[in-house]
């Protein structure tokens, strides 16, 4: 594994650890909604860009997948409201 591959999952474990704890107690409700969105949406992007290799690939694909991302993140945001 390269040192790349190993902060990304550091940071994708770190994430979980927090999507966790503030699912317990940190937060409630709509608040919830966002931050454990947040989460998905930067854990999304670092398993996309870093372990399927998306970095290297045609802009258009970098482009598509961060919007796609993106729009899902929102469209759950605004039915949860």
Not at 20 to 35: K, N, R
Request: a positive charge; proline letters at 0%.
């Amino acid at each position: 594994m390269t040192k790349s591959n190993i902060i990304v999952w550091v940071g994708l474990v770190l994430f979980t650890l927090l999507t966790f704890y503030s699912s317990e107690d940190l937060f409630s409700g709509t608040q919830l909604a966002f931050v454990l969105m947040g989460i998905v949406v930067v854990k999304f992007l670092g398993i996309g860009l870093q372990f399927i290799e998306l970095k290297q690939a045609h802009t258009t694909w970098k482009v598509l997948f961060t919007g796609f991302i993106l729009f899902f993140g929102l469209l759950v945001i605004v039915f949860v409201q």
